[in-house]
């Protein structure tokens, strides 16, 4: 027994009108070619692909609980008192900005879940940039023609950091207010100008009359359209250089192995994003952050022992308790606050130095080729061990926002926490440089074994002579292709211009090179391996 579906006219009209509007839309926009691009987008299927995708997730998280908030947030400085239904805070004094954040917290249904949520998608959307930028560096997806691309996500990890901190700022309370405090020092430290920026961007003597409004604007405006703008344009270029993959068999700079966004990767990353938003949620409802009903309203007098920022924010605040004390000059009749300055003279040079290490690199090593198939971190020795040492670096500034809880909980003395972490941040990114490539040394030594005579199987066997030999596994193709498929560059030949000279800035690249290049172990070529597998055998 068979049966049909008819299609009845409502049906039928139906259809007819959704492709009449489908068509006109894509005669006119021609859209469908750009969904049929990017729906054969090819994704490699590895999971250090999807800190990328952790990052997008949450600020998708971040857009839609800060819309909830923004219904209930009042920006304004004016003055009031609280009557809400927090008990130890009625009839305090404090700012619209902090009353009302104490209404979503304690009178919004559902506010101070959503204020958690939000702060914790702020925390995993820096987190989570920063470690796709790390895993970028180490395996070198940000070589040719990707050098622009890493600019841009650098700009949106500076960004991440910025909107973090406006909302951060936002509730007036007494931790924010000291943030922002630090922030007016540094600014009215900078010679000529800095007086009359701290002005401007206050809107006076500090805290100024309505900072939290000027920071409001910011948080859901301005920076929000930069953050979209640069995810767009990262993306764009993803689809245009298309993906970095691992090395390994059947995969070249030309073909990308994965899955196709349309029907198999767009099901995955649907399923993905409600994973890292209930993630979030589930965090935000049993994790409480940033208690502001225990800091109360700012007051510049309540100062304490213990009140961090953001961790993203940390690196600058331990700078500058880790710069020596007094460091002041008077030049041209004005104060120079070293003290103030060299943290951001220092912060400054270690960002750019990020943002510009693919141009440098490429300077050094002379690799014009475009490069889509990723590196093994040990295989490139000399740029894991600096990425190492520029973690460290970071860490020591970090731990430096801590000094004072580390003196307090460990009973030790401010002074003795900050000599030491004075030191560390001098010897520290050195020690991490050398252990780095000398681990890394020692992996390329352990894959050459192995690619030349296996794994020990634990199977001893007597030759015909009476000696006993352990036999030896070989690796499958897969294994040996992902030990041995590197390239082994050389450094740059000096060779002098047409006057017969060779210039110091040749001499310098070339220099650089050396030291980029050297103590790399040799991949074994193919007859080695034959070779090798035979007298394992």
């Known amino acids: 027994m068979s049966s049909t579906v008819t299609e009845t006219p409502a049906q039928s009209g139906s259809s007819r009108f959704t492709a009449a509007a489908a068509n006109y839309i894509d005669e006119r926009t021609k859209i469908g070619v750009a969904v049929k691009e990017f729906g054969r987008k090819v994704f490699p299927d590895h999971w250090s692909f999807l800190l990328g995708e952790v990052a997008l997730y949450s600020f998708v998280v971040i857009l839609i609980s800060g819309t909830f908030l923004t219904l209930f947030f009042q920006a304004t400085m004016i003055e009031t008192h609280y009557n809400g239904p927090y008990v130890p805070m009625k009839g305090v004094e404090m700012s619209g900005a902090m009353a009302s954040t104490l209404d979503i917290s304690f009178s919004v249904r559902g506010g101070l879940l959503m204020r958690q949520v939000h702060h914790w998608a702020a925390l995993l959307f820096v987190a989570s940039i920063g470690l796709h930028m790390l895993r970028i560096f180490f395996t070198g997806a940000f070589r040719k023609p990707r050098e622009l691309n890493w600019i841009i996500g650098f700009v949106l990890f500076v960004l991440a950091m910025a909107e973090g901190f406006t909302g951060y700022s936002l509730p007036d309370d007494v931790l924010s207010g000291n943030g922002l405090r630090i922030i007016d020092g540094i600014v009215k430290a900078i010679p000529v100008i800095g007086t009359f920026f701290s002005f401007f961007f206050f809107g006076g003597e500090f805290p100024g009359t309505d900072i939290v409004g000027r920071l409001y604007m ?250 006993f030999v352990e036999v030896h596994k070989p690796v499958d193709k897969y294994e040996q292709w992902e030990l041995v498929s590197y390239q082994e560059y050389a450094p740059l030949m000096l060779r002098p211009n047409d006057d017969g000279r060779i210039p110091f800035s040749k001499r310098l690249r070339a220099g650089f090179s050396r030291w980029f290049f050297e103590d790399r172990i040799v991949p074994p070529s193919q007859g080695e391996i034959d070779k090798g597998h035979h007298e394992g055998h």
């Open 218 to 467: 910011l948080h859901i405006m301005v920076l929000p359209a930069l953050v979209i703008l640069f995810v767009a344009l990262h993306l764009a270029f993803v689809v245009i250089h298309k993906h970095t993959q691992y090395p390994g068999p059947g995969k070249t700079n030309q073909n990308v192995v994965g899955f196709p966004v349309l029907p198999v990767y767009a099901a995955k990353a649907g399923g993905f994003f409600f994973i890292v938003f209930g993630v979030i949620v589930l965090i935000a409802s049993f994790v409480g952050i940033n208690p502001i009903w225990n800091y109360g309203p700012y007051d510049p007098s309540p100062v304490s022992a213990g009140t961090q920022p953001d961790w993203y924010i940390g690196f600058a605040d331990g700078m500058l308790r880790l710069v020596p004390p007094g460091l002041e000059t008077e030049w041209f009749g004005y104060t120079w606050s070293w003290n103030m300055l060299l943290p951001l003279i220092i912060i400054g040079i270690f960002l750019i130095a990020v943002a510009a290490y693919p141009f440098i690199e490429a300077w050094v090593t002379g690799d014009k080729r475009e490069h889509h198939l990723l590196d093994r971190p040990r295989n490139a020795p000399t740029r894991t061990a600096i990425g190492a040492a520029g973690v460290t670096f970071y860490a020591v500034m970090w731990a430096g926002a801590s000094s004072d809880l580390m003196a307090t909980h460990f009973q030790l003395s401010m002074e003795g926490v900050i000599h030491a972490l004075q030191a560390l941040l001098i010897l520290g990114p050195i020690f991490a440089y050398i252990v780095t490539k000398r681990i890394c040394l020692a992996l390329q030594k352990k894959d050459r074994s192995i690619a030349l005579h296996g794994y020990e199987s634990g199977r001893i066997v007597r030759l015909p002579g009476g000696e």
